[in-house]
């Protein structure tokens, strides 16, 4: 079919819409003898590979090789190049993809790869039979759309894919007559670090692939019209409007009609969903396990039978329009090392690019992210500093405790400033930045093997708030010692004493526990969420209800 960009007609090709998924399911219901894989499939090569590639890159289409103009470049232009190992395969993947990203449409459409980005797009909405060309309704909301242009980057930083999505403005839509219901869970970081720990526990490797366009797939139950795409406007029909028969990334039940198209597909072939997390989806097969992680449009899963993996990969191909990633090594801006020892998870390029975000590269490091002498509190007659600044810095640190749980509690104790920062709070974040630049790198280790045994620890302080005297608790679970779960909170009464404290701190961690003991049914680990004991960290101690007093630096529950 033909689009046009401006005034030009542009042929655009349109491949044929994947392959419908056979009536039979893939995963029978555990009762049975699950048949995991079609018939054809036995008649494939014996050459197949044994594991999943580690990445898949499409080809680059070489149609749109150029050089780019000094103003492209990113760096100095007299520069040589990154690396001396680079592949000749590698340098003309990177010179077929730009460096810039353009701030609207029409600075898109005097670049051929962003032109060439924008057909693919639309050519995402023909495979997908996303919406059909009809004349403009009358006394009907039409809803606006745009393009959004966004350059891909790896683990590294290195810029793989110039990406254009065009998106509904779904600001305009109008409540009971656009959409209804608009939730759709979403995995919580905690999940994500319970399935890494069982992976290195069961010495599972764990895989990861991308949905393309995944909110195209989700089917509307309402009957929405929009307009059409900016620059690719037919100039014979430019009265038309298209009606969506699918979701458009920006719709308001958008990411809910995707989630209820994937699960379905899940549970149709014998998937069940998680008691607690709803994103986590579990298959028995005999004796081996498939667990299955979703976050929007991100999938990684494991199983303890390595065939497994490699089956339902190609079931989710069949369906969807997948890219296959392989082993999973960046997720949810978590880098993820799968080593035969274990796995190792951290934030060490998210570091790096904050530490030179907010000016600290050229600062010396720090050995403790705050003094305990000193601390943070209100500091009415300090200079004013910027809000937005301030508030940034407090955003990203708190990102950054996904995987360092050494700062949890003093990025918890600055981001109580953020309405009106002083001078004296810009300078205590700042510090805790120092402190990371010491090791940037420093992340969670998940061995392989050993026990999963649950064990969770409490511990507060007593009127460490200077505003209003309250105690602030801390709480952590590990499993088999893998550290899974960590929060720092203050707490909403005041204590008299440090007794009081720890009593009121206690219940927290205590319920915390009785929920991982609701995620292990999952994955098929008894986990016990009540504690056989209780241990003291304060001269008064804390008594069981067996009349124990137990001697210990923090509050311990194990199993």
Request: charged residues 25%; aromatic residues 10%; proline residues 5%.
């Amino acid at each position: 079919m033909y689009f046009w960009v401006g005034n030009l007609r542009v042929l655009h090709k349109v491949s044929e819409p994947s392959e419908e998924i056979t009536s039979n399911p893939v995963f029978s219901t555990p009762t049975t003898n699950p048949i995991l894989i079609d018939k054809d499939e036995d008649e494939e090569s014996e050459d197949e590979p044994s594991e999943l590639p580690r990445q898949q890159l499409s080809e680059p289409d070489l149609t749109w090789l150029r050089d780019h103009p000094p103003n492209q470049v990113i760096g100095q232009v007299t520069s040589g190049v990154r690396t001396r190992s680079a592949s000749r395969r590698e340098a003309m993947f990177t010179c077929c993809i730009s460096q810039m990203e353009p701030m609207n449409v029409e600075e898109a459409l005097e670049d051929s790869d962003w032109i060439n980005a924008m057909q693919e797009e639309l050519t995402q909405f023909e495979r997908n039979e996303v919406w059909k060309l009809v004349p403009r309704p009358k006394h009907q909301n039409v809803i606006g759309t745009k393009w959004v242009f966004k350059n891909k980057v790896d683990e590294e930083g290195n810029i793989v894919r110039n990406k254009a999505r065009l998106v509904a403005k779904g600001y305009c839509q109008e409540e009971g007559i656009d959409f209804d219901e608009t939730f759709a869970p979403v995995a919580r970081l905690e999940a994500i670090r319970i399935f890494l720990a069982y992976a290195a526990y069961n010495n599972i490797k764990v895989y990861q692939m991308d949905v393309k366009s995944a909110f195209l797939n989700g089917e509307l139950e309402e009957e929405v019209y929009v307009e059409q795409p900016p620059g690719f406007v037919i100039p014979t029909q430019s009265s038309c409007v298209y009606k969506l028969r699918k979701a458009l990334y920006g719709l308001k039940q958008a990411p809910r009609a995707w989630y209820d198209t994937l699960s379905l597909f899940l549970v149709n072939h014998g998937f069940t969903k998680g008691k607690v997390d709803k994103t986590l989806f579990q298959i028995s097969v005999a004796n081996h396990i498939l667990l299955v992680q979703i976050y929007v449009d991100d999938i990684i899963f494991g199983s303890t039978n390595p065939e497994l993996c490699k089956k339902f990969s190609k079931v989710m191909q069949k369906k969807f329009e997948m890219s296959m990633m392989g082993e999973l090594s960046y997720f949810l801006g978590l880098q993820v090392k799968q080593v035969p020892e274990g796995i190792f998870i951290n934030q060490g390029k998210y570091t790096r690019d904050l530490i030179k975000k907010f000016g600290v590269d050229g600062k010396s490091s720090v050995k403790i992210p705050m003094n305990a002498s000193q601390g943070i509190g209100p500091d009415d007659e300090g200079k004013d500093v910027d809000a937005t600044t301030y508030r940034g810095i407090i955003g990203s640190l708190l990102y950054l405790t996904a995987s360092r749980p050494d700062i949890a509690f003093v990025v918890g104790i600055c981001a109580r400033y953020q309405s009106k920062p002083k001078e004296s709070h810009l300078v205590a974040a700042k510090k805790i930045i120092r402190y990371i630049k010491g090791n940037p790198n420093a992340g969670l280790w998940y061995p392989k093997g050993g026990n999963f045994e649950l064990i969770g620890y409490s511990d507060s302080d007593f009127a460490g708030c200077r505003l209003d005297r309250k105690s602030t608790s801390g709480h952590c679970q590990l499993l088999g010692g893998r550290l899974v779960s960590w929060f720092s909170k203050k707490q909403n009464s005041i204590s008299t004493s440090t007794a009081e404290a720890e009593y009121i701190g206690y219940p927290i961690g205590y319920l915390q526990n009785d929920e991982f003991e609701l995620y292990s049914t999952d994955f098929r680990v008894k986990i016990k969420g009540i504690p056989d004991r209780v241990c003291r960290c304060t001269p008064s101690g804390i008594t069981t209800d067996r009349g124990q007093i137990f001697p210990c630096t923090s509050l311990c529950f194990p199993n």
